[in-house]
């Protein structure tokens, strides 16, 4: 410890050549969801955003800025930092929706996602910052702090590929993991501090499926099924929420138990009530729990193909800590444990295919 200092550390926690090695296939899996997460969210305003804090809107932008600048001065910028403050006209608003839909499908095709996220983040948060009453969700506070987070996870570059190298920096990875565990532990805490007697008694679930947002028809169906499976879902979740989750600061294995329980709840719960994008979030986030190793196995065959050939520059142990085991599985050699794999098929490979879309 005596080699440590205040600097290195910092180096240790926010720069990428030391950052965390053997997670470029779940970045780059979050990435891309990340950017459809954002498309879905501003592709739902442009039809709505004029009706809602247009100048003939329910909640004008415009009205309430001038109303902070009036108050507050200059310090209504701190207030409400967003774009509006230029104009509120209906042209703006629309086209602040169109520029965050094509930043975000410039972002899943992975051109420049630095600069794509920065255009997502500055967009929603213009809207976010202006809607008021139309803005106080918990899905838009966390797609902003997910954004946030994710230009220090992002590769560098304007066509980066995998992003070997510049790999998620240590601090970032941990905060998007932090996000993911708290809006599952809040969750939690929010039900038992509530003082709902219908959590404690394990009675929450039964009418949830009516009372929910949004239910789907899927939703109607259970619904009908007996009270056990309600009570036994009650307290399921809130074994989850306050308890599972912490299995996401945990050893390896242990992390990708937590994410193969907690994605099959998450996705039951999009399949049963409509919270907008917050559950496809964290859903997404949950994504982050994984390495390289475990995802390369289950990735579809292009994949593959593109990040072993990405690979071939650099050796997959010691570029990402993929052992030989690993690629023997995927080329079908059946080596054990620190054998080295037949390299001759990954020769065949082109450099120019190395670049995912």
Not at 92 to 102: D, K
Not at 146 to 155: Q, R
Not at 174 to 185: D, G, H, K, N, S
């Amino acid at each position: 410890m005596s080699g440590w200092s205040p600097a290195s550390v910092l180096r240790w926690l926010f720069d990428s050549e030391q950052g965390v090695s053997g997670r470029l296939l779940p970045r780059w899996i979050f990435l891309r969801a990340l950017g459809l997460i954002y498309y879905s969210a501003f592709f739902s305003l442009v039809f709505q955003i004029r009706g809602l804090i247009g100048p003939y809107g329910i909640l004008p932008a415009g009205e309430y800025l001038q109303a902070l600048a009036e108050r507050f001065g200059h310090a209504g910028y701190w207030y409400a930092p967003t774009l509006l403050w230029l104009s509120s006209g209906a042209h703006v608003l629309t086209g602040i929706c169109w520029a965050g839909m094509i930043a975000s499908v410039l972002l899943v095709l992975n051109l420049w996602p630095r600069g794509m996220l920065a255009i997502c983040f500055v967009c929603f948060l213009s809207f976010v910052s202006a809607a008021q009453d139309f803005s106080a969700y918990q899905s838009d506070g966390m797609l902003l702090e997910a954004g946030f987070i994710a230009l220090f996870f992002a590769p560098a570059g304007f066509r980066p590929g995998w992003g070997e190298e510049s790999r998620p920096s240590r601090a970032s990875l941990f905060l998007l993991v932090w996000e993911c565990f708290r809006i599952y532990f809040e969750s939690g805490v929010a039900k038992i501090m509530g003082g709902d007697a219908q959590w404690r008694n394990f009675t929450a679930l039964d009418e949830y499926y009516q009372n929910g947002p949004l239910p789907t028809w899927i939703g109607w169906y259970m619904q009908h099924w007996p009270h056990w499976f309600h009570a036994a879902t009650a307290f399921g979740t809130l074994a989850l929420e306050l308890g599972l989750v912490w299995m996401m600061f945990l050893p390896r294995r242990l992390r990708i138990l937590c994410f193969l329980i907690v994605t099959p709840w998450q996705i039951g719960i999009i399949l049963s009530a409509n919270y907008t994008f917050l559950n496809y979030l964290v859903l997404v986030l949950g994504i982050l729990l994984l390495d390289d190793q475990f995802v390369l196995p289950y990735s579809p065959g292009f994949m593959k193909k593109s990040y072993l050939a990405t690979k071939e520059a650099k050796p997959l142990a010691r570029a990402n800590g993929v052992d030989g085991q690993a690629l023997a599985a995927l080329d079908g050699t059946g080596l054990g444990a620190g054998a080295v794999p037949n390299r001759e098929p990954l020769r065949a490979v082109r450099h120019d295919d190395a670049r995912p879309l």
